[in-house]
């Protein structure tokens, strides 16, 4: 055997939170990979032996198989529900994803890609809409089976992504304030994030509505950035702390009782700014400011409970928990209070709700066949249910299960649960 | 004293003959791969040479055959959520995950009965059986994850077994595959069998006589009610005086179970159920049955409680409160991690009414050593678990004082009539304490059944009978 690399640098996964980790094996049956997988290095527990055989120099930080069950997880958190111990996973393997980067090298087709979707498209919401537009133009023309035909693998992973998207990608420029109907009860800060900015554009003037209608006055701040939890999730944790230093920036002085998301992933990441920046003296304080006030839509608006009444849907809903709004945010009944309080819709148990669909941030994209699986168990579980619509609360759910349901030609709709509050608002 | 296994094929050699033998996807071998099954629910580690994903009794047989012929040892794995090293490869060899045989093949309703792979995590048999009003009584803490072959290898318990007994009273059958290869079945559906109880010999054998590959249990119809409450009491001794009295006025409840100030506060900090912070002691205690009478049995468990000092009693008023209240519980061993990176868990079994002095004594074995012990455990059974919290980053110190607590109560355990294990088992974590328990002839009439059955000392290695090189420190210190 050559030489044993350690981590490589500061942001290795930290000791202390592996060692809370006591190895009882509760988190195994929660995990999705290990449902599939079966193996103990692709469970939870097998991935935090992982890095503590790095530490203690057993296993170098560069071995490919480091890097696979590493990368194999979906970073859905599952487990940290499933922990008596409070062991902060997704902490752990953002940071082991960190290593792996710093300790490997890729391709230079591979540094391209990352730094196209990290730098230009992410980042930049004008170029990102652009380019969402044309994905979806292109979706349109048929171009994922003319990919196909091509037989090459490349090809073949395009067409997938493309097939992802919506049919239509719309971005609305809001007001800068949404003045609140009514009396006002609180005052927050719209995030409208890069993704729910650009193809979800609808979805965040949905949001703004919503939130006016019951009493809430909504502040839209320009110079926002994306939150980089894909970056994060891609262990670019240099490039996440860079966004999340403008994003801090861009709210300072907004004197909001909260700062609204809704997207779970962008939630669930902005919450963790403090601990992302916790060893930079200049923002950490800031950051963790800035954290303690970002709620998600459903979370503040089910907190704060709805002023109007919504008009009567005949609907059969199913909910299916983001992970990052479930597991990362530990918001659970909120949801489903706001959804209980559309009057007339009947909700249906969804079987596993909890379990991740593979979207999984860019999962799906660099795992597609364990997100290809988990995807159509996830349609599975849904077409059990007989449901009308499938609600959700992020943009990656929202995609891949559209995507997954289209292809099971079901007639399922999925809608995020904004939307459906406001169609319901909307209609009366 | 057990005889140490001849060498046979081991390594890479081992790993390439077995891809041969199943097919490469049921083998992993690489060094990553092993690392990472080197590891359970407890403290002691070793790294198997080979790891095998059998998916049939077929699978199960020619790798038993091939071992056989080539001396190597082999380990079965259920979940790995054991707390006594049942699945550490001590001797090397191949340890066998159940992880693919993992299928409920039968529920027999009319009969009370379901046939499972050993690979069915406890608490997925209770679901599936739920719509027909029936579930598996035996429920170990470790019930979400932990499997039913491990429950049958350990002969597990959990905080119901007060009333309805542990593993071996609900295993009516077993398919096994022998140490040669041979498969064979014992029991079945019946209650009784003719002949040796060969069932209960298998259960609780940790993997020493043979591999399990299917199991027959008994259903129970689901009570028709249940009422939770817990009682918090100034100290520990007043909790325990609680216990006895509910059984000395002729109530068995079908849990009760104890937990002291430090166990609490980190089941607390883990669920948010409302355990009560400031109290020395605390009881759960559950009853169940016919509604009919129910809320009267409750009135005079609480009686008892308050004629102990109990300073609050709560009942759970929803089904979701008393869930919460038994999560904590359950989750008790695995929310350790946020008191402690490394804890032994003792398993000592203790006559009931003598709960108040041997906690005195856990007590006071910890001071003494200077090592922090939580409580949380069986006390209607009298079965102790005391947590004995170490850092092995602290270096070797801090682990020898641990184990001493750990002799010490063990050795306390058994003069007070009791034994060394109430559900964990012996595995490789006690075996050098059996002469505590157990008579040199005693131990040489379980050596002959090991024996008939596993002539080539090969089904799981090193458990369960003292071993020569691991407990020679042992013996060494007793004879001090």
């Known amino acids: 055997m050559t030489g044993i690399l350690p981590y490589p640098n500061a942001d290795a996964p930290s000791e202390e939170l592996i060692s809370r980790c006591v190895h009882c094996g509760l988190c195994l ?21 992982l890095m503590k055989t790095v530490w203690e120099g057993r296993v170098s930080a560069d071995a490919p198989a480091f890097a696979k069950h590493i990368g194999q997880c979906l970073d859905c958190r599952a487990c940290e529900t499933a922990c008596p111990s409070g062991v902060e996973y997704g902490k752990l393997v953002e940071a082991a994803r960190s290593q792996i980067l710093a300790a490997t090298t890729r391709s230079l087709g591979e540094r391209g890609i990352r730094s196209a979707a990290f730098d230009w498209l992410l980042p930049h919401r004008r170029v990102l809409a652009v380019f ?30 493309l097939e992802l998207l919506p049919d239509s990608a719309t971005m609305e420029r809001l007001d800068t304030v949404i003045p609140a109907s009514g009396p006002v009860r609180a005052r927050v800060a719209m995030f409208s994030g890069c993704v729910m900015g650009s193809v979800f554009g609808g979805t965040n003037a949905a949001t703004a509505r919503v939130l006016a209608r019951n009493g809430v006055e909504v502040h839209v701040i320009r110079p926002q ?19 999340a230093r403008r994003n ?149 759910c929202l995609m891949q299960i559209q995507s997954g349901l289209r292809r099971a030609g079901s007639r399922t709709r999925v809608v995020h649960l904004i939307d459906l509050l406001d169609e319901a608002y909307r209609a009366g | ?175 096994l595959v022998l140490s040669d290869g041979t498969v064979v079945r014992l029991g079945g559906k019946a209650v009784e069998s003719e002949g040796y109880d060969l069932v209960g010999t298998f259960v609780g ?13 008994k259903l129970t119809p689901l009570p028709e009610d249940k009422r939770t409450l817990i009682a918090a009491f100034p100290t520990m001794d007043e909790a325990s005086e609680t216990v ?69 009693i709560r009942v759970a008023a929803t ?36 709960l108040p002095e041997i906690l005195r004594l856990v007590k006071e074995s910890g001071e003494r050593h200077g090592v922090r012990i939580a409580n949380v455990f069986h006390a209607g059974d009298g079965n102790i678990h005391p947590l004995i919290m170490f850092d092995l980053r602290n270096g070797p110190d801090e682990l020898e004082r641990a184990k001493e607590t750990s002799i010490e109560i063990l050795t306390a355990c058994v003069e007070a009539g009791g034994s060394l294990t109430g559900e964990h088992g012996v595995g490789m974590e006690k075996n050098c304490y059996m002469p505590l328990q157990f008579a040199p002839a005693d131990l040489a009439a379980m050596r002959r059944v090991k024996d008939a059955f596993d002539p080539a000392g090969l089904a799981n290695p090193g458990k369960v009978f003292p071993t020569p090189g691991r407990c020679r420190e042992f013996s060494l210190a007793a004879r001090r």
């Open chain 1, 248 to 396: 801090v920036a861009a709210f300072a002085g907004e004197e909001v009782d909260a700062i609204i998301v809704n997207a779970a992933g962008c939630g669930a990441a902005m919450k963790e700014y403090g601990w992302l920046l916790k060893d930079d003296t200049a923002w950490a304080t800031r950051a963790a400011e800035f954290a303690s006030r970002v709620r998600d839509a459903t979370e503040f608006l089910g907190d704060l409970g709805l002023r109007a009444v919504p008009s009567p849907m005949r609907v059969r809903a199913a909910y299916d928990d983001p992970c990052h709004l479930l597991h990362g945010q530990r918001v659970r009944e909120q949801p489903r209070a706001l959804l209980a309080a559309i009057p007339g819709l009947e909700m249906v148990p969804l079987e596993e709700a909890d379990w991740c669909c593979g979207s999984a941030g860019t999962y799906n994209v660099t795992q597609p066949e364990l997100a290809r699986t988990l995807l159509e168990r996830k349609v599975a579980n849904i077409e059990k249910t007989g449901a009308d619509v499938v609600v959700t609360a992020n943009p990656g």
């Open chain 1, 132 to 161: 969402a537009r044309l994905s979806v133009t292109a979706k349109r023309l048929g171009v994922p089976r003319v990919l196909r035909a091509t037989g090459l693998r490349g090809g073949a992973r395009l067409a997938e992504m």
């Open chain 1, 225 to 243: 950035t994306c939150c980089g939890a894909l970056h994060a999730h891609a262990g670019e944790r240099e490039r996440a702390r860079e966004l």
């Open chain 2, 205 to 217: 054998s940790e993997g020493t006589l043979g591999i399990v590959t299917e199991i027959t249990v």
């Open chain 2, 244 to 312: 006895s009295s509910i059984i000395a006025a002729g109530i068995v409840p079908s849990a009760i179970e104890m937990m002291d100030q430090l166990a609490t506060q980190a089941v607390e900090a883990s669920v948010s159920a409302g355990y009560p912070l400031d109290a020395g002691g605390i009881l759960l205690v559950e009853i169940d049955g016919a509604r009919d009478g129910l809320d009267d049995v409750r009135e005079k468990i609480e009686a008892i409680c308050r004629a102990h000092d109990a300073s609050t």
């Open chain 2, 1 to 175: 004293m057990a005889t140490a296994v001849r060498a046979g094929m081991r390594g890479t050699a081992l790993v390439r003959a077995l891809q041969e033998l199943l097919g490469a996807k049921k083998v992993l071998g690489t060094p990553e791969e092993l690392l990472i099954y080197e590891y359970d629910g407890a403290v002691d580690t070793a790294t198997p040479d080979a790891v095998a994903l059998p998916e049939s009794t077929a699978d199960v047989s020619a790798l038993a055959r091939f071992c056989y012929e080539h001396a190597v040892p082999i380990v079965p794995r259920g979940a790995g959520t054991g707390l006594s090293g049942g699945a550490i490869p001590v001797e090397g060899g191949v340890v066998v995950s159940f992880a693919r045989m993992a299928r409920i093949l039968e529920i027999d309703v009319p009969n009370l009965r379901a046939v499972v792979q050993p690979g069915v995590i406890n608490l997925h048999l209770s679901t599936a059986t739920a719509p027909h009003g029936l579930y598996f009584v035996p429920d170990p803490s470790s019930q979400k994850a932990c499997t039913l072959g491990g429950n049958v290898a350990e002969n597990s318990g959990g905080p119901h077994t007060l009333a309805y007994g542990v593993t071996t009273n609900h295993v009516t059958g077993l398919e």
């Open chain 2, 319 to 354: 089904a979701l409160e008393r869930e919460r209240l038994w999560a904590g519980r359950k989750g008790a061993f695995a929310a350790m991690g946020r008191l402690s990176p490394d804890y032994y868990v003792q398993d000592g079994v203790i006559p009931r009414t003598r």
């Open chain 1, 29 to 49: 049956p929660t995990c999705p990979t290990f449902a599939v997988l079966g193996v103990e290095m692709d469970s939870p527990r097998g991935r935090i032996r």
